[in-house]
């Protein structure tokens, strides 16, 4: 204010002078009465030059609107006339909730329908009274717990909850028979490996834990000799001699020892056959261990709707942040469904249909616990794990109390967040302990927090240097901390085994490892009793879910009312099960995958089984299309850019062909529909 009071005068002349010349008169009475004829003249020749160059900006603001692209230029040359009426004009529209006609119609004509058998719903987008689906099915009583929604709403209009306050049933709810996008594999045979284990022996799955590692990309789990990250570490180092690079791959093999058991994957930097010390050794037989899935893609980069996306095989809303915790989730979350096994089992005076050699699990209650040596407040994750239908969570709020059960002086947080993993340990201990105790079945949640920013281990962890150091820095800090963060959480994955063989539940307990943050990740469904396969599935952890269940059944760790439910179930979901063999294309149509990128409302990534392609659709201006073919470019290191599909589509075509760039047409339609698609389905306005 100081200065615009102070620039007053000079900036009214300079604007008389300029409209003055513009127009040819003089705004201001004030007329000196000292000019000279000469000095007049000067003047009207200055006037005259001050109009020219007056009426250049004037030409070249309007001619730069006219020519400049839309995109991502339209913040250039707004001037205040043009940007206050635009601020006027662009109201945006609010979102619709209504039926999106599906973009590739072609691929969902009458012809390709198909019609209900079994626990199948059958398959007719637009149909919906063609193909009566939506029954009551027979596991459905009268109070079904949270996140069944839709099958009450099948009677009343109006229901009370089992909490007894009165509900309306969501809008808009998930029915397969009407998702354009849903294959299914359920009609295929499981793989054959798995399939003759279980054949051959019991396999129980009485419990099943679920960990999510936080930023846990696929290249470090393990991770490889002569990968791209291993070539980066090496060229930190200038012109290294033998002796160097093998005292940094000697490193390099104690990075990730655990996931490499886990995985049956080799890092290839073992030579020595030198196992870290002190580490979890696997128990399993040899050739035993479950299955590695490769290809997997993360349902979104913002951890806890990834969360959704792994416990509750939904897609999250592509919208900025957790705005899950406000609305309905539209499936309902493994440990409802595990809630509705033991209502049934509630319900049910005689349970005598078990089958010969199960054990007593099947007629056991299930628990479900969340366990995370971090915060639980951030982005209300404590909200979303109660409405994901968690009996129990424990967060840093609760161990940090003086009172808490394991607490001792010393407790040491190592970033913003809390704790490391090791201080949930013998609260781990307990959980399990209680619910062989209980005679309950456990479905036990993790997730890892110390490989997030800022990257920090605890004090009596030995950090490591992988890259070169130059005089006293590290040319990749960060990227040498997030290294050891990751040998760090590697161990502690041990640990967590470790306890399943110490309390002897390990050859009954299916361990689901899964990556975030990150569009490549680990998958891992682990059992001593399984045999160790690599599975390669272009797909989403949306598939999660479906497998556990899926896995449930077929190793007969579930009643025979639970089966029923659970095959009911199993056709309700959209992904498909990862222990068949997965179908990239149905009919014409592909198998698409869709990951939200971080914070939610400004890019997809869009992607298809059927393809190597990959698409980063922009949801907000200021964002560009961004294409890569993985066939010959695994890294994205070369992606193809543009500001929209218009201009991305011929680029694309010029250097992959025309199958890519009609990809790409379809892609960008498919995401745009998926968007609107989620936020019906989440009942979002
Ligand atoms: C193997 O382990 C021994 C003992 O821990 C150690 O001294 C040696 O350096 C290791 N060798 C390699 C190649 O890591
Ligand atoms: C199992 O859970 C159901 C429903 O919550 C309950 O009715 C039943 O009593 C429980 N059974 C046991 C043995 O705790
Ligand atoms: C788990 O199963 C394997 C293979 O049958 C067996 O060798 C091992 O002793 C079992 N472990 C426990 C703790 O029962
Ligand atoms: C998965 O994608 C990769 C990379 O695009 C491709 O090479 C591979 O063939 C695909 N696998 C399957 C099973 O579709």
Known sequence: ???????????????????????????????????????????????????????????????????????????????????????????????????????????????????????????????????????????????????FQRWESTLESVYETEEGH?????????????????????????????????????????????????SARKDIFPIKADSHLHHEILSSYHNPDPAIIQLVNSKLSHLTPIA???????????????????????????????????????????????AVMNHCG?????????????????????????????????DSTSSTGSRIGINDAQHRNWTSVFLQSITGLYDDQDVLNNQMGFKKAIYS?????????????????????????????????????????????????????????????????????????????SNHEDMNNYLNTVRYVDGWLGDILKVLDDTGIANETLVVLVGDHNFRIPLVFRHPLLPKIQITANATSMSIVPTILDLLVQTGSLDDKDSTAALDLLNEYEGQSLIRPYQATHNGRQAWNFGIINAGGTMLSVGSAAVPYRLILPLAEDFEFVFSNLDSDPDELYPIRGWSAEELIPRVRSRHGEQAAQWVNEAEKVGRWWVAERKRLWNFE
Not at 280 to 300: P, Q
Not at 452 to 468: G, L, N, R, V
Request: hydrophobic letters at 35%.
């Open 1 to 147: 204010m100081v200065l615009s009071w102070a620039c007053t005068t000079a900036i009214w002349v300079m604007a008389n002078s300029l409209f003055s010349s513009v127009f040819s008169t003089k705004f201001t009475e004030k007329i000196d009465e000292e000019l000279t004829l000469d000095r007049l003249q000067q003047n009207t020749r200055r006037q005259r030059v001050v109009r020219i160059w007056a009426l250049c900006a004037v030409a070249l603001t309007v001619g730069l609107r006219l020519v400049r692209p839309q995109v991502p230029y339209n913040h250039m040359s707004g001037a205040l006339p043009f940007t206050f009426f635009e601020a006027l004009r662009s109201k945006s529209k609010p979102d619709q909730l209504g039926d999106q006609d599906f973009p590739l119609s072609e691929l969902i004509g009458e012809e390709y329908w198909e019609a209900p058998h079994g626990h199948f719903k059958g398959w007719a987008p637009g149909g919906d009274d063609k193909i009566d689906t939506i029954g009551r099915p027979e596991w459905a009583s009268e109070f079904l717990p949270h996140g």
């Open 166 to 214: 009165e509900q309306k049933p969501p809008k808009n709810y998930y029915k397969p028979a009407n998702d354009p996008l849903r294959i299914t594999n359920l009609n295929q045979n499981v793989v054959e490996p798995i399939a003759r284990a279980i054949k051959n022996h019991n396999v129980p799955i009485n419990h099943v834990f679920l960990v999510m590692m936080e």
């Open 260 to 306: 490499e058991q886990l995985t049956g994957e080799s890092s290839g930097f073992r030579s020595s056959g030198n196992r870290s010390e002190g580490l979890w050794k696997d128990t399993a037989e040899s050739g035993m261990g479950g299955i590695n899935v490769n290809g997997i893609l993360t349902g979104s980069s913002l951890s806890f709707k990834s």
């Open 314 to 346: 939904v897609g999250p809303i592509p919208v900025d942040f957790m705005d899950e915790v406000k609305a309905e989730i539209y499936q309902p979350c493994i440990m409802q469904v595990l809630d509705l096994f033991n209502q049934l089992k509630g």
């Open 397 to 473: 709020e609760e161990i940090s109390r003086s009172s808490a059960k394991h607490y001792h002086p010393g407790m040491e947080e190592i970033n913003y967040f809390g704790y490391a993993e090791r201080e949930v340990y013998p609260y781990l201990k307990d959980i399990v302990n209680e619910a062989i105790e209980n005679k309950e079945r456990l479905f036990f949640s993790h997730f890892t927090s110390t490989t997030h920013h800022p990257w920090s281990t605890p004090a009596d962890f030995h950090d490591e240097q992988y890259f070169a150091v130059d005089g006293l820095m």
